[in-house]
């Protein structure tokens, strides 16, 4: 008996000692990677299993970029567990990469996160050498749904509810509830999408219960934790399945929410040139040859419209009020008898200067990434290989006291006309750069100008005791701002 023990020990005891040694193999496997990259310094990797990013579940993410660029310069070699990356941070070759030789770095990665809407928002497809073009299809479809044009047609909308949003906030604010910016302006955001996207009327912050206002803080991913097995999934890419970046529920609700608006449309006939024509018009064309070739189905549709939510929703930024802006904000409005509009709305430039210089100490996407398709070779000496992952550090840009002096410092004078020649544009990079730069630009912009216009006709505002801004550690894809307070002052005229 005690042999049959001792010998089923060892066989268990040898088994594991197996899967732990395939696991280390599998881990370190792309090690030494880096170091063969003509013109690179890499970062030599830990001696442990998942090189240097394990810990980052630990880390605030855009931070940690930031320090490394000042360690280990604007170019390096990284490897973010097991995958092998080169972070860029020198502007003029991320405008080479994403503009002039944009053909050498269309796609991303491919990761499978268990759920193809996710996938399809991740731009994880399984279609890898035709994502490009089924990239253009989609692109051309969509552009012509913010323009200038449309963004007047769904300002209107958006004026509206912004100024029922307002409302509600004073009632609060005059009820001595603090003003917490997080949550007030993801109501709103909330509010502005179900308007201008469903053709809905919320009101986020009478009714939190709404099933529509809690899936939308659910995919806002608020006030959650960074799952563990997220960070894991960068040594070992199948168990991105066990932790996709959004709820899978969530994406959902808002699918068939979507489905349904858009079947209406159709039953009734319904024409309005709006996004959700656009998404009915691919809709039509998934059964043709073309979108059969590309891959692009159903999923590719309304990922599109969860990605346009996505983009609406993290761009809000917290009020940095200063005297100048106030003083422009009410000769503005004695321009124009009290009302803020779209049409006059460009006006306010130093207003859309605070907005700009928030999003880039703030930018919500944290980094960039590209895979290059075939070898690409630079001046420099720099070779990147075929099949090799690009990083973007956005925070790393944004804080380098080469394109921006005293980056720490709130500046939005950097962002003037007058000061047009001193800015590196191609070292602002909220909203990407080149083709694949954010759709939902103008729409995101035009939201924050409204809004801030609004709430600055009533009230300003001034740091208390508690507010600080932290952030949820180990994001790699959005960055977090925990909940905090201002206090919200009534202005007198």
């Known amino acids: 008996m005690l042999g049959v023990l001792a010998s089923l020990g060892y066989i268990i005891i040898t088994a594991l000692v197996g899967v732990v040694t395939a696991a280390f193999v599998y881990a370190r496997w792309n090690y030494g990677t880096l170091e063969k990259v003509k013109g ?37 070699g990284y490897y973010e567990g097991r ?46 050498f035709l994502i490009d073009d089924k990239w253009k299809i989609i692109r051309t479809f969509l552009s012509p749904t913010l323009t200038t044009g449309k963004i007047r047609h769904m300002s209107i909308a958006m004026t509206e509810t912004i100024e029922d949003w307002m409302g509600t906030v004073k009632e609060k604010l005059q009820n001595n509830e603090p003003f917490e910016p997080k949550r007030l302006f993801t109501a709103l955001t909330s509010d502005v999408v179900a308007r201008c996207g469903f053709g809905t009327k919320l009101n986020s912050l009478h009714d939190p219960n709404n099933l529509f206002v809690k899936n939308m803080r659910s995919f806002c991913l608020e006030d959650v934790e960074t799952n563990f097995l997220l960070t894991l999934s960068h040594v070992f890419p199948f168990l991105a399945k066990l932790a996709p970046f959004f709820p899978p529920e969530t994406l959902e609700f808002f699918a068939n929410l979507l489905r349904n608006v858009m079947k209406s449309r159709r039953e009734n006939n319904i024409k309005i040139p709006d996004f959700i024509e656009a998404l009915n018009e691919m809709l039509e064309k998934i059964p043709t040859e073309e979108y059969k070739k590309h891959g692009i189905t159903e999923n590719t549709v309304m990922s599109q419209a969860l990605i346009f939510f996505l983009a609406a929703t993290t761009s809000q930024l917290t009020p940095d009020v200063q005297d100048k802006l106030l003083e422009e904000v009410d000769a503005y409005l004695a321009r124009h008898k009290g009302e803020v509009e779209h049409e006059t709305i460009s006006e306010l430039t130093y207003l859309s200067a605070c907005i700009h210089e928030t999003l880039r100490m703030y930018a919500p996407l944290i980094r960039v990434e590209r895979v290059c398709n075939k070898d690409w070779h630079h001046e420099s000496g720099l070779v990147v290989p075929k099949n090799m992952v690009i990083q973007v550090p956005i925070h790393a840009i944004h804080y380098n006291e080469e394109y921006f002096p005293q980056p720490h410092k709130f500046q939005p004078e950097r962002f003037l006309a007058e000061n047009k020649d001193k800015l590196n544009s191609a070292a602002f990079l909220t909203f990407g750069t080149g083709p694949h730069n ?55 005229k």
Not at 52 to 72: C, L
Not at 91 to 109: A, Q, S, T, W
């Open 83 to 128: 995958a092998p990356h080169i972070y860029i941070a020198d502007p003029e070759l991320v405008k080479l990469i994403f503009i002039k030789d944009f053909d050498h770095f269309h796609n991303k990665r491919i990761m499978d996160f268990g759920h193809e809407l996710i996938n399809e928002m991740m731009d994880h497809t399984k279609f890898y």
């Open 40 to 76: 690179l310094s890499a970062v030599v990797p830990p001696a442990l299993v998942g090189g240097s990013d394990v810990s980052v579940y630990k880390k605030i993410v855009h931070e940690q970029d930031t320090e490394n660029v000042k360690k280990y310069g604007k170019i390096y």
């Open 438 to 492: 954010c759709i939902g630009m103008r729409f995101a912009k035009e939201e924050l100008s409204l809004t801030m216009a609004t709430i600055l006709k009533d009230f300003k505002f001034r740091a208390n005791a508690t507010t600080k801004l932290k952030f949820f550690p180990g994001r790699t894809f959005l960055i977090q701002a925990k909940p905090f307070t201002v206090d919200a002052v009534k202005r007198t």
